[in-house]
């Protein structure tokens, strides 16, 4: 069977990257949601604690691993009623979202629905099987038989945030139509209204939105912004044990893994809630400086209640935006890489050092959208 994946859309970002970098000042790059801040020394220090590693891995996640998910859930999702059978590590979240189509026995004919605006994986998961993609935010219209949902909270690229009520919601078309529902939550603990410091964002697992019932659902979250540890590959899954029981089977067959020092090194992340806070007002503060200067410049800002992004349009196509950001020697990204519904937004992220937030400012004041 030839494989039919989506075209990488990042290619046509290549010219606008020429312009940017011929800005006399050098390019700010925010394109990329790749973190820019150290990985906190207590992580590292796990890490290296742990390189006598010559046992194979276990695939579940050492006990002590599953603690510490499962401690996670109970401290800052509001789910304290799971167990190690109900969670698994990753080796970040991208291969379990590209793979979970596959492992589900997934094929042609099969329906995947993803968000209107969505993180490309998901349909690239469903090309691997060749099954059809429906992009909609509206549980109403998701099809009968559809066999996999994805949703996203915090959203990427719009920064949306799911109420528990929403959440309920898809949970309930799910169960109706009989598919599973994954829920990608990795950008959790980045929620910039202050009633998500106390709590992270609602969780499709909170009891609110399964009623207590986890069948079918599947929680999947990353390490990769909120400790920074994009480079390390670690995330992991929570929900239902037979779901949790049945890909736990398909990765030991395949090896898939993370490596022993790197689920020591989680262990460390899943314990601290310290750094996870103090990047995250690294991060606020950059938002706080950005924002206002895109508004100042004429953008609108939409959504982006959560997540390391801004959402903004300047009421003209979005690669016009993007090439007057260039000219800027600022780097962003058309929405229209993220769905079809919109031609005019682009998407800003905040993974910048403070010195180019700040020159990016300062660029911005010399121009009006
Ligand atoms: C919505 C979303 N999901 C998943 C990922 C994958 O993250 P990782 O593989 O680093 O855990 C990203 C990365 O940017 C993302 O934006």
């Known amino acids: 069977m030839a494989l039919s994946l989506p075209d990488w859309p990042w290619d046509a970002l290549a010219p606008y990257a020429v312009r940017a970098r011929a800005h006399p000042q050098g390019v700010i790059d925010l394109s990329v949601g790749s973190p820019v801040d150290p990985t906190p020394a207590i992580i590292r220090e796990s890490l290296s604690a742990a390189t006598d590693a010559h046992a194979y891995p276990l695939t579940a996640g050492t006990p002590a691993l599953a603690g510490g998910i499962v401690d996670w859930f109970g401290r800052r999702r509001g789910v304290d009623d ?16 590209a793979g979970l189509a596959l492992w589900l026995g997934l094929g042609p004919g099969d329906i995947v629905v993803q968000p209107s605006l969505a993180y490309p994986t998901y349909a690239v998961g469903a090309a691997l099987v060749g099954a059809t993609v429906v ?10 038989g559809t066999r996999l949902v994805w949703i996203n909270s915090p959203g990427n690229p719009n920064g949306r945030i799911l109420s528990v009520e929403q959440l309920a919601a898809a949970v309930a ?7 599973v529902i994954a829920s990608d939550e990795c950008y959790a603990e980045l929620g910039w209204d202050d009633e998500f410091d106390a709590v992270a964002t609602p969780s499709i697992l909170d009891p609110r939105v399964t009623g207590g019932n986890r069948t ?3 929680c999947v979250c990353s390490l990769s912004k909120q400790s920074n540890l994009a480079g390390y590959r670690v995330g992991f899954v929570a929900g239902s044990s037979d779901l949790i029981g049945r890909l736990l089977t398909v990765r030991k067959h395949l090896g898939i893994v993370p490596p022993a020092p790197i689920q ?19 991060y606020r503060s950059r938002r706080d400086r950005l924002r206002p200067a895109l508004e100042r410049a004429g953008l609108r800002i939409d959504h982006s209640e959560g ?18 950001m260039a000219d800027l020697g600022i780097l962003v990204v058309p929405g229209t890489f993220y769905g079809a519904e919109t031609s005019q937004h682009v998407r800003i992220a905040l993974t910048a050092s403070d010195a180019a937030i700040d020159s990016a400012v300062d660029r911005l004041t010399t121009v009006h959208f």
Request: proline share 4%.
């Open 264 to 282: 020591a090194a989680m262990i460390a992340a899943l314990a601290d809630d310290t750094h996870v806070r103090a990047q995250k007002a690294v």
């Open 307 to 324: 997540g390391l992004y801004l959402w903004a349009t300047a009421g003209q196509d979005a690669w016009a935006t993007v090439g007057r």
């Open 216 to 218: 079918s659902v599947l």
């Open 173 to 179: 078309r799910a169960r109706e139509i009989g598919a």
């Open 135 to 144: 992009s909609s935010d509206d549980p109403v219209e998701w099809p009968e």
């Open 82 to 97: 799971l167990s190690a059978a109900n969670v698994m590590p990753t080796i970040g979240s991208k291969e379990f979202i």
